[in-house]
Nanobody, 122 residues
Framework: QVQLVESGGGLVQAGGSLRLSCTAS????????MGWFRRAPGKEREFVAT????????YLSDSVQGRFTNSRDNAENTVYLQMNNMRSEDTAVYYC???????????????WGQGTQVTVSS
């Protein structure tokens, strides 16, 4: 059974930082691209970042480029999202996902975590 478990969410002031983690089990982590998505209240799910299976290539949305970075540790089956200089509009539930392609299309990911809440106070 595949499980993706996010952690690291919480409350942070604008301008602050958080690091999200997503640990996977039940799949061959090192052969899966990993994506991060978020859903803000009243809004549709939004792509945030993705990283290829080896960790050598990443892609971030324009809204977080320059503030967020993503990385992975295949030995620990974990992917990270480092969020810096956070803004109120970053408030959302953040989800990690696993799939065959490092792509911004949510439907191309096969497995999803339950999400972790991130709240940025202004």
């Amino acid at each position: 059974q595949v499980q993706l478990v996010e952690s690291g969410g919480g409350l942070v002031q604008a301008g602050g930082s958080l690091r999200l983690s997503c640990t996977a089990s039940g799949l061959t982590f090192s052969t899966n691209a990993m994506g991060w998505f978020r859903r803000a209240p009243g809004k549709e799910r939004e792509f945030v970042a993705t990283i290829n299976a080896s960790g050598t290539a990443t892609y971030l949305s324009d809204s977080v480029q320059g503030r967020f970075t993503n990385s992975r540790d295949n030995a620990e089956n974990t992917v990270y999202l480092q969020m810096n200089n956070m803004r109120s509009e970053d408030t959302a539930v953040y989800y990690c996902a696993a799939g065959p392609l490092w792509i911004e299309i949510a439907e191309d990911y096969d497995y999803w975590g339950q999400g972790t809440q991130v709240t940025v106070s202004s």
